[in-house]
């Protein structure tokens, strides 16, 4: 089951997903709980528990209501990820990461892909006008009737494609632009918790911190100058 909105989605209960629920929303996500289910959420996250889920949001993930647990699974924010508990002291693996983008990039793959495609197809039209236009002109230099009609007929046609290209990467660049724009600072990125337990493992950029041992009232955020992530 999949359920998707381009605004806020509010669940009054909670969502037991069995592995098989999706929701895709750009604003904010609000649950009772999360259980078993995969979330895609373009803002922010609030929640009393979330178990064993895959969530993914651009901004932040509270989870401070009621128990205010993240168990399994793995939460990936850009901004912050702030909960009471995180684990459980029987050893449930949990993954944190801050930093992405995940839903504008799922949101506009279609458009970055083929911005890739375009961009590739604008160089591949470049090389062949350029050989074109030579051979133009040596047919101009050799020839009393001038080019032939075949050179003249696929240089306007490889023009032709190039403009049409150039347009389709600038519409294409806005939306580069705009996912640039959003992109989060990995020195503002950072994590809250009252408790958390191993073996919990927080990613922020490309640093890794692993949580070896249970650690209260904690928080962290990457050193951008040493690449490393800050734990107190």
């Given at each position: 089951?999949?359920?998707?909105?381009?605004?806020?989605v509010?669940?009054?209960c909670?969502?037991?997903?069995?592995g098989?629920?999706e929701?895709?929303?750009g604003?904010?996500?609000?649950?009772?709980y999360?259980?078993?289910c995969t979330?895609?959420?373009?803002?922010?996250?609030?929640?009393?528990?979330?178990?064993?889920?895959?969530?993914y949001?651009d901004?932040?993930?509270?989870?401070m209501n009621?128990?205010?647990?993240?168990?399994?699974?793995?939460?990936?924010a850009g901004?912050?990820?702030?909960?009471k508990?995180?684990?459980?002291?029987?050893?449930?693996?949990?993954?944190?990461?801050?930093?992405a983008?995940t839903y504008?990039?799922m949101k506009?793959?279609k458009?970055?892909e083929?911005?890739?495609?375009?961009?590739a197809e604008?160089a591949?039209l470049d090389r062949?006008?350029?050989?074109?236009e030579?051979?133009?002109?040596l047919?101009e230099?050799?020839s009393d009737?001038?080019?032939?009609e075949?050179?003249?007929?696929?240089l306007?046609?490889?023009?032709l494609?190039?403009?049409?290209?150039?347009?389709r990467i600038?519409?294409?660049?806005?939306?580069?632009?705009e996912?640039?724009?959003?992109?989060p600072?990995?020195?503002k990125?950072r994590?809250e918790?009252?408790?958390?337990y191993?073996?919990?493992?927080l990613?922020?950029g490309?640093?890794?911190?692993?949580?070896?041992?249970?650690?209260?009232?904690?928080?962290a955020?990457?050193?951008?100058v040493?690449g490393e992530?800050?734990?107190?």
């Open positions: 089951m999949t359920v998707e909105a381009d605004g806020d509010l669940v009054s909670g969502v037991l997903g069995d098989n629920a929701i895709i929303c604003g904010d996500l609000r649950a009772k999360l259980e078993s979330a895609y959420v373009g803002k922010s996250v609030f929640a009393d528990c979330v178990m064993s889920s895959q969530v949001c901004e932040t993930i509270q989870i009621g128990r205010g647990a993240i168990i399994g699974g793995s939460i990936v901004k912050l990820i702030k909960a508990i995180v684990g459980t002291d029987s050893g449930r693996k949990t993954d944190l990461e801050l930093g983008q504008i990039k506009h793959g458009e970055i083929e911005l890739k495609k375009a961009m604008q591949r062949d006008i350029t050989f074109l030579k051979k133009h002109k047919q230099k050799q009737e001038g080019p032939d075949v050179t003249d007929q696929r306007a046609a490889a023009l494609s190039r403009n049409a290209v150039n347009a600038e519409e294409l660049a806005k939306v580069q632009k996912i640039e724009e959003k992109k600072d990995l020195a990125c994590f918790c009252g408790t958390v191993p073996p919990t493992m990613l922020i490309g640093a890794i911190w692993k949580f070896e041992e249970k650690k209260d009232n904690c928080a955020w990457l050193d951008k040493v992530i800050n734990i107190t």
